[in-house]
C-alpha cells in the first residue's frame, strides 16, 4: 500500500555484459493486485570519456516522428506533436546542443530537453531505437528496446560532481503519465540493450 499502489510488488532487474560489449538490461515484476508500473533506467553516457567535457557535441538519432509535449510540471498533455521542423527532430544524427538554445515553449519548459519520444515501430519488439556518436572518441552507442517510449534528458539539472549537460539519458519505457491519458495504453514488456562501440563513422 506504500505511495496509494495496491497490493504488494517483486521487482527483478538482470544486468548482462555480453560478448559484443553490450550491456543488457531485462526487468521483471510480478504483483499480488492489479496495479500499475513503468519501469527504466537513468543511466548517464558522456560517450568523450570524461565528464568535465558536455554532450553537445555528441550527434544523436532518435528513431520516433513523434514526441509527447509537457505541461509546467513536466507532466505529458496527453497530445502527441510531430517533431518535423522543430528542435525535437533527431530522425537523422545531429549534435545534441544544435537546437538546445532554440526559442522553443517545450525547450524552455524543460531547461534542454526532457521529453519522450513515441518510438516507431512499437509493436515490433526488441528493435534499435535510437544511436549516440561522438566524433573525437569515435565511440558509438546504440540502444534497443521493445518498449514504445524513451525520455531523452540532456542533464539539464546536473550540479555538484556533474555539471549541467555533462551527461545525458535516454530511458526506454512507456509513456509517463499512462494511467490518466487513454491513448498512452499500450500493453508492454520491458527489455533494453545498451552497445558501446568505436566506429568510424563519419558526421
Request: hydrophobic content about 35%.
Amino acid at each position: 500500500m506504500e505511495e496509494g499502489f495496491p497490493g504488494n510488488l517483486l521487482t527483478k532487474v538482470s544486468y548482462s555484459l555480453t560478448s559484443d560489449n553490450s550491456l543488457e538490461i531485462v526487468y521483471e515484476a510480478k504483483t499480488d493486485k492489479k496495479t500499475i508500473i513503468n519501469l527504466t533506467n537513468h543511466a548517464y553516457f558522456n560517450l568523450s570519456g570524461s565528464f568535465s567535457n558536455d554532450i553537445l557535441d555528441h550527434h544523436l538519432q532518435i528513431n520516433a516522428n513523434k514526441i509527447l509535449p509537457v505541461n509546467k510540471f513536466l507532466i505529458p498533455t496527453g497530445e502527441m506533436d510531430l517533431v518535423e521542423n522543430t528542435p525535437f527532430d533527431f530522425r537523422t544524427f545531429k549534435p545534441i546542443g544544435k537546437d538546445i538554445y532554440a526559442d522553443n515553449k517545450q525547450l524552455k519548459l524543460g531547461l534542454g530537453y526532457d521529453h519522450c519520444w513515441c518510438l516507431n515501430y512499437p509493436d515490433k519488439g526488441v528493435r534499435k531505437i535510437a544511436s549516440a556518436y561522438h566524433k573525437k572518441s569515435g565511440r558509438l552507442l546504440e540502444v534497443f528496446s521493445d518498449q514504445p517510449g524513451v525520455q531523452f534528458y540532456s542533464g539539464n539539472h546536473l550540479n555538484g560532481d556533474y555539471q549541467k549537460r555533462t551527461g545525458f539519458c535516454l530511458e526506454t519505457q512507456h509513456y509517463p503519465d499512462s494511467p490518466n491519458q487513454k491513448n498512452f495504453l499500450l500493453l508492454f514488456y520491458v527489455q533494453v540493450r545498451f552497445i558501446l562501440q568505436k566506429h568510424p563513422t563519419n558526421f
